[in-house]
Structure formats: C-alpha cells, structure tokens
C-alpha cells in the first residue's frame, strides 16, 4: 500500500467511525499530516483521489471538506468501467442494467408514492405528444425514457441500487437512440411497455412490475443485434 493509499484508507475509516462527518472541514494539511504520519506530498495525492471519488471537495482558500456522499456521486466513477467493459459487448453492460432495473421495479411497486406515478404518467404522456409530431424529437423522447426509470429507481428504498442504476442507465443511451431512430415503430412500442410497466406499480404489484420491466429490456437488448458500430448519433446529454 503506497502512502497516498494510507491517507485514503485512513480518511474512510475516521468517516466510517465517525470522526468526520458530511460538511466537515478537514484539518489544515501541516496537522492532518502529522496525524496521519504522512509527508505533505502523500496527503496531497490521497486528498486529490478522494476528490475524484467525491469524498471530499476542495476549495480553494476555504479548505477541503467531506462531501454529502451522495451514493449515486460516489458511484459515478464506476460508469468509467462500464464503458471500457461495454466496448467490446454492450450486451454484458444491458445484461446487468436488466438485471438491476427488474429489481428496481419489483421493489418500487411496493413503495412508489401517488405523487410519483403521476409524475411518471404525465412523462409517458409527453412522450406520446412527441412521438405524434413529423419528424419528432428522438433525443427527447430518450430524455423522458431515462427520467421515467429514474423516477422507478428513485422509489426502491435502496440508494445504492439507486446509484448503480445511474452509472448504467447513460451507458445504454446509444443503443437506445439507435433503435428510437432506426426501428420502425420502436417509440410506439417503448411507450406501450412503460405504460404496461406503470400499470403494474400503480397496481401496487411487484412481480408484475418485474416482469413488465424484464419484457421491456429484453426488446431493447434484442435491438443490439442491429447497432453497428460507428456513424450512430451522438447520444444526448444525460442531465
């Protein structure tokens, strides 16, 4: 373990027992040093990596302190490795996205609000006035998809599938695009599955949710068959 992993390991454990708390400024680096045992140039490494992980933000003549850790930031990087793992085979990336957003449903049947399934309801909606304009506004309609699952993952009472979704659902936006632009029918059918999916929750029933969710992403690997693998559009901005 190098010293710069030091500083880290030891940083997540004075979080983990409590010693630091989110918000909490952290000592000026000549102290935190000492205490650590480290040299200044160490500690410097291990803050700058707990930075990129969104441990810690540092601020520039105000110090350095410990986020929110938010679960979905710390997640974040992991969607660096889901695009290395998804160039060769995005199917491997869609397999595991299937996986936890069926979880997702099941678990959100029995915990979404009425609050979020009208919200969720207002966005199908939405998507069907786009879907009826010529031409219509794809990249749009890929907005209202990735805000309805959102809404979904939102409601499993599990933040960290929650994040994991997350760091999944933007790495699929190119398959999904494609199929949007290039199958024809393929918004129609993505909106009969959302609704058959929203149904499901609003009948408060999990393994029908799941299951709608499974049908749902089935088709849309399926689609993979066909995405080649350059001239695709560049997929949206994930907001």
Wanted: hydrophobic fraction near 40%; charge should be negative; charged fraction near 30%.
């Amino acid at each position: 373990m190098s010293r710069a992993d030091e500083v880290i390991n030891s940083i997540k454990h004075m979080i983990l027992e409590g010693v630091f708390r989110p918000g909490d400024r952290l000592p000026i680096e000549k102290e935190l040093a000492e205490s650590l045992g480290v040299s200044r140039g160490s500690l410097r490494e291990g803050i700058s990596a707990l930075s990129i992980l969104g441990v810690v933000d540092t601020r520039q003549g105000n110090g350095t302190y410990i986020t929110n850790l938010d679960v979905t930031q710390l997640l974040a990087p992991m969607g660096f490795v889901v695009d290395l793992e998804g160039r060769g085979d995005a199917r491997h990336v869609h397999a595991i996205r299937r996986l936890l957003e069926c979880e997702a449903a099941r678990l959100a049947a029995a915990r979404i609000t009425d609050q979020a399934l009208t919200e969720a309801r207002a966005l199908l909606d939405e998507a069907t006035r786009i879907a009826s304009e010529v031409p219509h506004d794809h990249e749009c309609i890929i907005e209202i998809d990735i805000n309805f699952h959102r809404i979904i993952a939102a409601h499993t009472g599990n933040p960290v599938l929650v994040g994991l979704i997350d760091a999944f659902a933007g790495r699929t936006v190119r398959a999904r695009l494609w199929r949007s632009l290039h199958e024809e029918g393929a918004d129609r059918r993505t909106h009969d599955e959302h609704l058959a999916i929203w149904k499901a929750l609003a009948a408060r029933d999990p393994e029908r949710a799941r299951i709608r969710m499974a049908n749902h992403l089935i088709g849309v690997e399926e689609s993979l068959n066909a995405l080649p693998d350059d001239d695709t559009p560049t997929p949206p901005k994930i907001r």
